[in-house]
């Protein structure tokens, strides 16, 4: 305590306020002072205590500070701070304590915030700042009649700095917020305009050739589904859970066709809620919608591996057609691992090896696990080779 030097509060040059933090008692090593429920303040230079009437107020420099440390709180008990400090400096100015046999202080935390505060403290030990004040000679000489820069010093003027910054803060998220909700405004006006649009294509198919009416929906499908299948439009449950199918089934088709027959569920959910803009779709309302394809008789199906890994495939690619392509591949190349058949087909690494371990469950292929990983080969036992 005795490192400690009487202070107004006025800023050095240079000096900026980095964290202050109420409810603060210090201690003297290990024993309490009457320095309770104040407030401590971390500059760029220097470490602070002020009372909560602002009447008190001291502090010391951090070139004085050897290290900082946690103290481990006991049960019940607030955390604490310590912190070492080197012997005092040589005519030092008055403090609050003359001398002390300790060469540490200790900061109890009543209303939390050690953390950030530890940290803080840490950071402008560890940048030293206070080595880095520009010397009188160094500044900028100054420009006659030009106007003097204002400059808060004290408690008063980190006071008016902290208050700037909360206000700065808010005006952001306000904008933000007017961002979002001119986002979302937009979004609708898109909706209602692909809305629009498709209905006058249905009006005026007469006038339209059909191949300028495919190119056009094939825009508007950029833009994405237009009128999205949601609970507030088509209610809850089974008739939901219906409709969406129906639309999921009228989207998927074309895509499932230019992957091979086959699109894992998760490639499956990023694209329908990529599509669906800010009506995004859960996990379960998909799993649940892709169950119904077989009930409504549409052209898809959901199929789940023996691996856990769940896919909608088409009704018109049956499971021994993909099964025969994957023996004529495997007779072709002589040996195959999932990323090598992911390349050669197009489709995800996880539903190649599903392929292929669905070919190995029917006979049609081998595996061999080594350290270079998993490979399949044609089954030979089962289908010799002739000679």
Same mark, same amino acid.
């Given at each position: 305590m005795d490192r400690f030097e009487w202070s107004n509060g006025a800023l050095l040059p240079g000096e900026n306020h980095s964290k202050q933090q109420p409810g603060i008692r210090l201690f003297d090593g290990p024993d309490k002072t009457a320095f309770d429920k104040g407030v401590a303040i971390v500059t760029t230079h220097r470490l602070f205590w002020r009372d909560a009437q602002q009447s008190t107020m001291f502090g010391l420099p951090l070139a004085q500070v050897v290290y900082a440390e946690e103290v481990p709180d006991g049960r019940g008990k607030s955390p604490k701070i310590a912190v070492h400090l080197h012997a005092p400096r040589p005519g030092k100015t008055p403090g609050p304590v003359m001398s002390t046999v300790h060469s540490y202080i200790q900061m109890t935390f009543r209303e939390g915030g050690? &953390?950030?505060?530890? %940290?803080? !403290?840490?950071?402008? !030990? =560890?940048?030293? %700042?206070?080595?880095?004040?520009?010397?009188? =000679? %160094? &500044?900028?000489? %100054?420009?006659?009649?030009?106007?003097?820069?204002? /400059?808060?010093?004290g408690i008063v003027g980190i006071e008016r700095k902290l208050d700037a910054k909360m206000k700065q803060t808010d005006q952001n998220i306000s904008k933000a917020f007017e961002d979002l909700d001119k986002l979302m405004e937009k979004a609708k006006e898109m909706v209602n305009l692909t809305k629009t649009i498709a209905n006058k294509i249905k009006d005026k198919q007469g006038e339209i050739t059909e191949d300028e009416t495919v190119q056009f929906k094939s825009y508007l499908l950029s833009l994405g589904i237009a009128n999205p299948v949601t609970r507030e439009t088509h209610g809850t449950g089974l008739k939901y859970h219906n409709e969406l199918a129906k639309q999921l089934a009228d989207v998927l088709v074309t895509p499932i066709e230019e992957s091979g027959g086959m699109m894992a569920l998760t490639d499956i959910y990023c694209r329908i809620n990529r599509a669906r803009g800010m009506e995004l779709l859960s996990p379960d309302d998909l799993v649940d919608a892709c169950r119904q394809f077989e009930r409504l008789k549409l052209p898809l199906r959901l199929r789940e591996f023996s691996s856990g890994v769940m896919v909608v495939e088409l009704l018109s690619r049956g499971e021994e057609e993909a099964i025969k392509h994957?023996?004529? !591949? !495997? &007779?072709?190349?002589?040996?195959?691992?999932?990323?090598?058949? =992911?390349?050669? /087909?197009? /489709? =995800?690494?996880t539903l190649a090896k599903a392929r292929l371990m669905t070919a190995e469950e029917t006979g049609e292929a081998c595996r061999d696990e080594s350290v270079e990983g998993l490979r399949f080969y044609p089954n030979m036992f089962l289908n010799p080779p002739t000679r």
């Amino acid at each position: 305590m005795d490192r400690f030097e009487w202070s107004n509060g006025a800023l050095l040059p240079g000096e900026n306020h980095s964290k202050q933090q109420p409810g603060i008692r210090l201690f003297d090593g290990p024993d309490k002072t009457a320095f309770d429920k104040g407030v401590a303040i971390v500059t760029t230079h220097r470490l602070f205590w002020r009372d909560a009437q602002q009447s008190t107020m001291f502090g010391l420099p951090l070139a004085q500070v050897v290290y900082a440390e946690e103290v481990p709180d006991g049960r019940g008990k607030s955390p604490k701070i310590a912190v070492h400090l080197h012997a005092p400096r040589p005519g030092k100015t008055p403090g609050p304590v003359m001398s002390t046999v300790h060469s540490y202080i200790q900061m109890t935390f009543r209303e939390g915030g050690e &953390t950030d505060f530890f %940290r803080c !403290l840490t950071e402008e !030990l =560890s940048r030293k %700042r206070w080595e880095m004040t520009p010397s009188p =000679s %160094r &500044t900028a000489p %100054r420009v006659p009649g030009a106007k003097p820069k204002q /400059i808060h010093a004290g408690i008063v003027g980190i006071e008016r700095k902290l208050d700037a910054k909360m206000k700065q803060t808010d005006q952001n998220i306000s904008k933000a917020f007017e961002d979002l909700d001119k986002l979302m405004e937009k979004a609708k006006e898109m909706v209602n305009l692909t809305k629009t649009i498709a209905n006058k294509i249905k009006d005026k198919q007469g006038e339209i050739t059909e191949d300028e009416t495919v190119q056009f929906k094939s825009y508007l499908l950029s833009l994405g589904i237009a009128n999205p299948v949601t609970r507030e439009t088509h209610g809850t449950g089974l008739k939901y859970h219906n409709e969406l199918a129906k639309q999921l089934a009228d989207v998927l088709v074309t895509p499932i066709e230019e992957s091979g027959g086959m699109m894992a569920l998760t490639d499956i959910y990023c694209r329908i809620n990529r599509a669906r803009g800010m009506e995004l779709l859960s996990p379960d309302d998909l799993v649940d919608a892709c169950r119904q394809f077989e009930r409504l008789k549409l052209p898809l199906r959901l199929r789940e591996f023996s691996s856990g890994v769940m896919v909608v495939e088409l009704l018109s690619r049956g499971e021994e057609e993909a099964i025969k392509h994957i023996a004529v !591949l !495997l &007779t072709e190349k002589g040996s195959l691992t999932a990323d090598e058949l =992911s390349q050669n /087909i197009g /489709i =995800s690494v996880t539903l190649a090896k599903a392929r292929l371990m669905t070919a190995e469950e029917t006979g049609e292929a081998c595996r061999d696990e080594s350290v270079e990983g998993l490979r399949f080969y044609p089954n030979m036992f089962l289908n010799p080779p002739t000679r």
